[in-house]
């Protein structure tokens, strides 16, 4: 089958049919709005993996160096950044669309 140039994109399936209602700010500031919620949620995970991976090497440093002591706060402050990590992942989630 040959092709001329004056064929509309559309109809061939190159580019994507949207509804006329995509292109509507009200939509764009929906999609961008849950886009990021869940930017917001990755930084704030990784913030989280950051801190826990600081608190791991304390927590070795620590326990190699024999001071015992501190690894009862170490082991707690570990497990807080555990809890509220899962919450993140589990519960904080974008609102469901409107229709």
Do not use: H
Request: aromatic content about 8%.
């Amino acid at each position: 089958m040959e092709r001329n140039g004056s064929e509309n994109l559309n109809e061939i399936g190159v580019m994507p049919r949207q509804s006329p209602r995509a292109d509507s700010p009200r939509r764009r500031v929906l999609t961008g709005g849950r886009t990021a919620v869940w930017q917001a949620r990755l930084v704030l995970l990784v913030m989280i993996n950051i801190a826990q991976l600081w608190i791991l090497s304390a927590t070795i440093e620590a326990a190699l160096a024999g001071e015992y002591k501190q690894l009862v706060p170490l082991v707690i402050a570990s497990g807080v950044c555990w809890v509220i990590a899962l919450t993140i992942f589990l519960w904080w989630k974008p609102a469901e669309k409107r229709r």
